[in-house]
């Protein structure tokens, strides 16, 4: 089996398991509880927001533990939204490709009285820092714009944007999922004011993650209750989720340049090898993505078919996001960067994880040629292609 869908979860770390099941064993108390049980917990709950904190060049007390990345993408954004809203600043900018949890939050804001601007994402899939500057106004709150694509894998220039809310005095909040623990991130470097992160995208446990904000910068509560992360987040921790996080995370970032090199080289031999196949095309720019992303659209196929033979053969992979794939709405991504509905249906993304081999590439890009060339055999739409009823696009 090749398992080539780590955007949407990754296994865990054999570290990350061992940690947490020892811990499961040994720090079972409530690190709010003042006996030893309790402070034994407390140690282990500082010692990861230490780690966590360090691997993205943060102060221990900037961390805000959650139970992933849709909650601090939800906490960043209300917390910079009330925060204007006091100054009376009611507009945000972000982008049409974002994650659905940045969306959907922006889609109540707007209920609430909100103003939103959704820049365009080009063809590439990049945003330009010099278009956030043109949007923003005197009422604006916050800029959020992703780190790296979940689906095109593209990486936006966020250090850039960032400079540019800086100098405006705009908050700046980056959804950083997919880029924590694959490529090299540094709060204070690339002017972040708030970052989500979550550990099952980097080899960690689901259902933990963590929400960075800069010093200074004022949190909405989302979950009232106990005073927990010093009253920023109700609820007793994960503590051994928390710390097979950091023991994930810490690992990732010893890893981080041999695994960029591997994955770099099996991911360009991937496209290299798929765009043999005619009419096909590299959803995203090329050399500004993530490692380990490979996103095509094939013409004239159904991405869901292309999947379901894939597995067949052994392959697992995706076609847009975990949570659009089981809609037949095609990826609102790929829509963003302007392809037409017909061909943003055969799309496959392959997000392929460091135990990925040359010859399991060779074999993915063999097998996906079979099912595509087997699945436009009785294509209507590629039969109308082929005989010049209809235009082809890729
Ligand atoms: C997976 C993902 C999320 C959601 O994280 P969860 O921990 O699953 O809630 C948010 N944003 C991006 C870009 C993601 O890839």
Redesign the pocket.
């Known amino acids: 089996m090749i398992y080539a869908d780590n955007?949407?979860?990754t296994k865990m770390s054999e570290a990350a398991i061992h940690t947490m099941t020892e811990l499961l064993q040994d720090a079972w108390g409530n690190p709010s509880s003042l006996y030893t049980h309790g402070q034994k917990a407390k140690e282990v709950l500082e010692k990861a927001r230490e780690d966590v904190a360090a691997a993205i060049g943060a102060e221990p007390r900037e961390i805000i533990f959650t139970?992933?990345?849709?909650?601090?993408?939800n906490q960043a954004i209300r917390s910079a939204a009330e925060s204007g809203r006091r100054k009376g600043k009611t507009h945000i900018i972000s982008s049409a490709f974002?994650?659905?949890?940045?969306l959907h939050t922006l889609e109540r804001l707007k209920k609430e009285g909100f103003e939103v601007t959704l820049l365009d994402v080009h063809e590439n899939g990049l945003i330009r820092p010099e278009e956030v500057e043109a949007a923003i106004r005197e009422d604006t709150c916050l800029v959020t714009i992703?780190t790296?694509?979940?689906e095109i894998g593209t990486i936006e220039p966020i250090r850039e944007i960032g400079a540019v809310c800086r100098a405006k005095g705009v908050l700046f909040h980056t959804?950083?999922?997919?880029a924590v623990g694959h490529i090299p991130l540094n709060v204070k470097e690339d002017n972040i004011d708030l970052l989500?992160a979550?550990?099952?995208?980097f080899h960690g446990p689901?259902?933990?993650?963590f929400l960075y904000v800069r010093k200074g910068v004022p949190v909405t509560n989302l979950i009232e209750g106990g005073a927990q992360e010093r009253g920023r987040r109700a609820g007793t921790e994960n503590v051994p989720g928390i710390a097979a996080m950091a023991t994930a995370l810490k690992e990732a970032i010893a890893h981080m340049p041999e695994n960029t090199t591997k994955l770099t080289a099996l991911r360009d031999r991937l496209i290299d090898g798929l765009l043999q196949i005619p009419h096909s095309a590299l959803n995203g720019d090329r050399a500004q993505r993530l490692p380990g992303n490979v996103n095509f659209c094939f013409e004239g196929i159904e991405g869901e078919s292309l999947l379901l033979l894939l597995d067949d053969k052994g392959i697992q992979a995706s076609s847009g996001?975990?949570c659009t794939s089981g809609s037949l709405d095609p990826s609102h991504v790929l829509l963003a960067i302007g392809r037409v509905h017909d061909v943003a249906h055969g799309s496959l993304r392959l997000s392929i994880g460091e135990d990925l081999t040359e010859e399991d590439a060779d074999y993915i890009i063999r097998s996906v040629g079979e099912v595509v060339t087997y699945l436009r055999g009785f294509s209507p739409i590629w039969r109308d292609l082929m005989a010049g009823k209809k235009e082809f696009i890729l």
Do not use: C, I, L
Request: glycine share 12%; no cysteine.
């Open positions: 955007a949407a979860t139970s992933g990345g849709s909650e601090a993408d974002e994650h659905h949890a940045v992703m790296a694509n979940n959804d950083a999922v997919q989500s979550s550990a099952h995208k689901k259902g933990v993650g996001s975990a």
